[in-house]
């Protein structure tokens, strides 16, 4: 990811967690990334190294290593991780909530853990289903209702995290796109 950061490249910082890892080999994860943010911070400014780190959760179904990982991360485990890691990454500006892998209810529960992204709403998703995720696509409504239900304000951003528009709840229940004023867009 260094040499992503010092050939000018965005990335995001990653974490699958729940299969053979313990809490030590987590805190040497977030500690390198965190770590390498720094090093992109010092070199190319604050506007360079990762956009987001992501923590998501193992899926060991149709997959050679379910043996080797009996068990899976709990949703509890999932979040207190995601908690930790917003507590952590100073450095970092935004979390994202793996809805996917933990499913719906979790990923909500994420926002109120530290994560301000739940990501995508997955038109399409082949990766985590080839190892046994059900439910593996949203709706732009449903991800607006789950934000709105967790009590945060639904936006839809592009992948550099620029909000493109907001979301407003008419007293019907509808949700209608907002622009978001060009103030609020950092470039």
């Not at 313990?22 to 190319?44: C, G, I, N, P, W």
């Not at 991780?81 to 499913?103: C, E, K, P």
Request: include cysteine; charge should be negative; aromatic fraction near 8%.
């Amino acid at each position: 990811m260094d040499e992503a950061h010092r050939q000018g490249l965005r990335t995001t910082g990653t974490m699958m967690l729940g299969h053979l890892d313990t809490l030590k080999d987590r805190v040497e994860h977030l500690a390198a990334l965190r770590e390498s943010q720094d090093r992109a911070h010092a070199s190319f400014g604050r506007d360079s190294g990762y956009r987001a780190f992501i923590p998501w959760t193992y899926q060991p179904d149709n997959t050679a290593l379910a043996v080797q990982a009996p068990t899976r991360a709990t949703s509890e485990d999932y979040l207190r991780t995601l908690a930790v890691s917003r507590l952590f990454f100073d450095n970092v500006t935004h979390i994202q909530g793996s809805w996917l892998t933990v499913g719906r209810n979790t990923g909500q529960t994420s926002l109120r853990y530290g994560a301000d992204d739940l990501g995508s709403i997955m038109l399409e998703e082949n990766v985590v289903s080839a190892a046994g995720v059900v439910e593996k696509c949203m709706t732009n409504n449903a991800m607006i209702e789950l934000i709105v239900e967790a009590g945060r304000v639904p936006a839809r951003r592009d992948t550099t995290y620029r909000l493109l528009e907001t979301y407003n709840v008419g007293d019907d229940g509808a949700f209608t796109p907002a622009p978001v004023p060009e103030s609020a867009i950092a470039y």
